[in-house]
């Protein structure tokens, strides 16, 4: 870099001069610099949008492709007895219940434990077992399963505590994964033990062929208990549903598509009733509608604004001499408008309108097969003149209560869930495979964008790289234009002083 001086000697704004004189190669700078900027602000516009549009085809979209999404049926119980979640394959039906009852676990709870030696002093979860007169290493067996056939053994020494016996006990499972919990109630001087899970196939007893002598100082020899309702054995839940008795090991049947669990024991008779769902659809249909409004609004807006063409990305120098507000409003004015009159938006807007405003071929209940739209359904956009610009592409149900605009219309699209389910399914199943295949065609990878994106990311973010170079050229020419420059203006400088500098001896002479 040149060495930079200023006219010490002529006088001069080197500065200004210099800076005028290389005005063109600095627009250059600013030109490729606000160009990336702008790349920069529509890439991110982009990103934003795109995440918008593979929610969307992600969405209630790709759900509606398939009648099983159309299959929705409810069940309701006459009785709080049990609660009823309907699968896909449940029938429409009515059943009756004649009787529930819970699944148990066996539980035991133990006597109290007292030190070795006291009938008062009750132990406590510090107390180790050598004070409750368990004073060598002791083995503690449980027979586990419905049958006993497994062994859940664990080993307890002198020098350990209660917590420990109880820590043991949680942590020990059978090969088939069969286990305990236990607590240790201090206040209580009790041992607590249980199954881990309900049902018979997950019972436990207490071996008290082993170590007999220790289950009784623990309290938990079950030939010694004070009460024979110290211990509960375990029990599967049952349920008499039209005649028929099924088993669980838990609460919870899986029966003819209804996935049933039981509440309380009962044996007052009630009924279970499964029917189509009409809300159900109905509110898949208004969820999809809610999803493609929301999405075509936003995209007509950024294809409807003012194109941001005649705003040009404000230079440092522009911005000194602006507020941050005046610079936030010009800025916006630039960002709303990147993707006005976009080619690109066009292809997905109209794209998603034509497979909207499409007909399909539905036959209904009664075997005519005719040609079916949303307005069949009493689904329709507001006239054009009746809506904001960027709402004209919205859909509205007539008869909906939370849509002020139709809600006072007749129904059409209930009544039609209502009387020919089917029907209904197979118009929204080939609406939304066309919406569907649409986008996915305009989302394809391809050498210029990457799957699932509808704007050509791979190309934009070649041409920020590019910019980069191009800036980069910018920049040196300019620093090496005003180098010239400096050189020439210190030339001068260096000849003017010569010159005062003679001038100056001269008049040093002639005044002698």
């Known amino acids: ?209 082993t170590s007999a002598a220790a289950l009784s100082i623990l309290g938990i020899n079950t030939d010694e208990l004070e009460q024979a309702s110290q211990y509960q054995e375990a029990s599967d839940a049952e349920l008499v549903m039209n005649g028929v008795s099924y088993t669980s090991a838990s609460n919870t049947f899986e029966i003819n598509g209804l996935s049933i669990t039981v509440n309380s024991s009962t044996e007052d008779e009630f009924t279970i009733t499964t029917s189509n769902d009409s809300s159900g659809v109905y509110d898949m249909v208004k969820e999809y509608l809610s999803e493609y409004n929301s999405l075509i609004q936003k995209l007509d807006t950024l294809y409807n604004a003012d194109k941001a063409d005649k705003y040009d990305i404000l230079t440092s120098d522009q911005k000194d001499e602006m507020t941050d507000d005046e610079i936030s409003d010009w800025n916006t004015k630039i960002k709303s408008g990147l993707l006005a009159k976009d080619s690109t938006l066009y292809n997905v807007i109209q794209a998603l309108k034509e497979a909207m405003q499409g007909t399909y071929s539905v036959t209904d209940s009664k075997g005519n097969t005719t040609s079916w739209s949303l307005a069949t359904l009493g689904i329709n956009t507001k006239g054009y003149f009746e809506a904001e610009e960027n709402e004209r592409g919205c859909y509205h149900i007539d008869g909906d209560e939370d849509d002020d605009y139709s809600k006072a219309n007749a129904d059409k699209l209930a009544s039609a869930i209502a009387s020919d389910p089917d029907a209904v399914a197979s118009f929204f199943n080939q609406l939304s495979r066309e919406v569907y295949s649409k986008l996915g065609d305009l989302m394809k990878g391809t050498s210029y964008s990457s799957a699932y994106t509808i704007y050509e990311d791979k190309l934009m973010a070649s041409q920020y790289s590019d910019y980069n170079t191009k800036i980069s050229k910018a920049e040196q020419d300019l620093e090496k234009k005003q180098d010239y420059y400096y050189s020439k203006f210190a030339a001068m400088e260096k000849a003017l002083s010569k010159i005062n500098s003679s001038s100056s001896s001269l008049g040093s002479m002639l005044g002698s």
């Open 1 to 209: 870099m040149t060495n930079r001086i200023t006219g010490l000697n002529s006088g001069l704004d080197t500065e200004s001069l210099i800076t005028a004189l290389t005005q063109n190669y600095k627009n250059r700078v600013d030109k490729n610099t606000g160009g990336q900027t702008r790349l920069s602000w529509k890439q991110d516009i982009w990103k934003s949008t795109n995440k918008n549009i593979v929610s969307f085809y992600n969405g209630k979209l790709a759900d509606m492709r398939f009648s099983t999404a159309f299959n929705k049926k409810t069940t309701k119980s006459s009785s709080n007895a049990v609660s009823i979640v309907t699968g896909e394959n449940a029938m429409v039906s009515s059943s009756t219940v004649s009787k529930t009852s819970l699944a148990k676990a066996s539980y035991l709870t133990g006597n109290k434990i007292y030190k070795a030696g006291s009938t008062t002093e009750t132990a406590s979860s510090d107390t180790k077992m050598s004070e409750l007169g368990i004073t060598e290493e002791t083995t503690l067996s449980f027979k586990m399963g419905k049958d006993g056939a497994e062994t859940l053994s664990v080993t307890i020494g002198p020098d350990e505590s209660m917590s420990d016996l109880v820590s043991k006990l949680n942590s020990e499972a059978t090969d088939s994964g069969l286990g305990l919990t236990a607590n240790f109630d201090a206040k209580q001087g009790r041992l607590y033990i249980a199954s881990e899970k309900t049902g018979e196939e997950n019972a436990f007893t207490v071996d008290t062929s």
